[in-house]
């Protein structure tokens, strides 16, 4: 078994590239900033659509990994039961890393989610988690999509 200890050798091969700032922000405009109006609005629709299709959801702390339709599903549900409650819901992202390519971006963070009625005047907290996703350019329309999803 071949094992190097001497991580300066591997660290000088690699090549570190610039994060492409165009990228991160057509993310943050095809991604992240519907995904908070989707949020706002309870708006299924507009949270798929940034979405690839065959997404992967990993949710650690529940030891659940969702694909595709069931986690559409599970998230139409979610949507449906907080406009009963007559909810109003916000989610706010931080990226604390981003790695680009011309058709992928993978990106770290933490959210935290907000919930309130329609009573009061302030989002009262819920908690927050880290995250991680990757997302793919679209070859259709030309937007970034998520298509995998975790959080722990």
Known sequence: MFFDNN???AAQQGKHLAV?????????KDIWIPFMESYRDLNFEQLKSIHASEIIRVS???????????????MCSFFQQLQKMNYQMNIRFSIVSSATSPDKVYQTGYY????????QSSYQSTGYSSFTIL???DSKDGKWKITFDSDA
């Open 7 to 9: 991580l300066s050798t």
């Open 20 to 28: 492409d700032s165009l990228i991160v922000e057509a993310v943050e």
């Open 60 to 74: 650690v702390p529940m030891n659940q990994i969702e694909s595709g339709a069931d986690y559409w599903k599970t």
């Open 112 to 119: 935290t989610i907000g919930l309130k009625t329609n009573e």
């Open 135 to 137: 997302a793919i350019k």
